[in-house]
Each structure stands twice: as C-alpha cells, then as structure tokens.
C-alpha cells in the first residue's frame, strides 16, 4: 500500500518560532546538528526523530513538530529545557 505521508521519505519537521532570542541546541537521530547557537526568528529544520533538543529558555520558543504543536511546559525546569522528541 502507498504511503500517503510524505514525513516517511523527508524525515520529520520540526518548526520553532522565538518570541524573542535564546540560544539552542538540536541533534537529530543521525547525530547531525540540525540548529545551533542563538536563534530570534522561525526556524524549520528537517531530520530524523527522535531529535536532542536543548533551549536555554523555553518560554521564548513555540516548538511544532509536522505541524503537531509540542507543548514544552514538561520538560521545562528554571526556564531551560533539554530533552528527547519523538513523532
């Protein structure tokens, strides 16, 4: 059966927007560095779940991944987060 997803043969897509700047760090599963250093607009970055996401402040980053929206709020601890995402 054809696959309808075109997610299957691109990767996945991770969007962020930034509220205002921060710095960031995202690894995607091959071990590419997809984004690094500090970022103040929208970002789309394509690679392989599960990616390595650090964001020294959260709260200025909304996070999407194929267009699904990420709620950050679990991995946040004193305004950073650093943690795994998977589809």
Known sequence: LPLNNGAATSGDELVLNFNRPTS???VDSTGK???TGRQASTLTLNG???FQ???DDATAVSLSL????ISLSPYTV???ADFRLSR
Do not use: T, Y
């Open 24 to 26: 960031i760090h995202i």
């Open 33 to 35: 560095v997809l984004a």
């Open 48 to 50: 392989q779940s599960p």
């Open 53 to 55: 996401i650090r964001l």
């Open 66 to 69: 194929n267009q699904e929206p």
């Open 78 to 80: 004193n305004g950073k």
